[in-house]
Nanobody, 125 residues
Framework: QVQLVESGGGLVQAGDSLKLSCAASGRTFTMYTMGWFRQAPGKERQFVAGIVWSGGATYYADSVKGRFTISRDNAKNTVYLQMNSLKPEDTAIYYC??????????????????WGQGTQVTVSS
């Protein structure tokens, strides 16, 4: 089994930066895709960023391109989301997730197998 625990959320002002961490314990899928998703009140869970093992390829939602950066440290079983130039519309609960399929490049939350409990990010104007 895999347990994912997010941390690093909080209250920030528009334009500020924040770095989220997701620590994995137990069995991990270090060769598989890790992703970040977010869910705002009354909204569907939305893809934010993903990272694939092969070449460290990353991919992002259009709304965060150029502002957010996903990375992973397999030695520490940790994935990160660096968020810069934060906007009020970034306010949401942020979740990390793992996709067991080797080399996948998925935007679909239903295709991810393991989820963390989420961490709240609130951006005030």
């Amino acid at each position: 089994q895999v347990q994912l625990v997010e941390s690093g959320g909080g209250l920030v002002q528009a334009g500020d930066s924040l770095k989220l961490s997701c620590a994995a314990s137990g069995r991990t899928f270090t060769m598989y895709t890790m992703g970040w998703f977010r869910q705002a009140p009354g909204k569907e869970r939305q893809f934010v960023a993903g990272i694939v093992w092969s070449g460290g390829a990353t991919y992002y939602a259009d709304s965060v391109k150029g502002r957010f950066t996903i990375s992973r440290d397999n030695a520490k079983n940790t994935v990160y989301l660096q968020m810069n130039s934060l906007k009020p519309e970034d306010t949401a609960i942020y979740y990390c997730a793992a996709d067991r399929r080797w080399g996948s490049r998925s935007y679909n939350p239903s295709e991810y197998d393991y989820w963390g409990q989420g961490t709240q990010v609130t951006v005030s104007s």
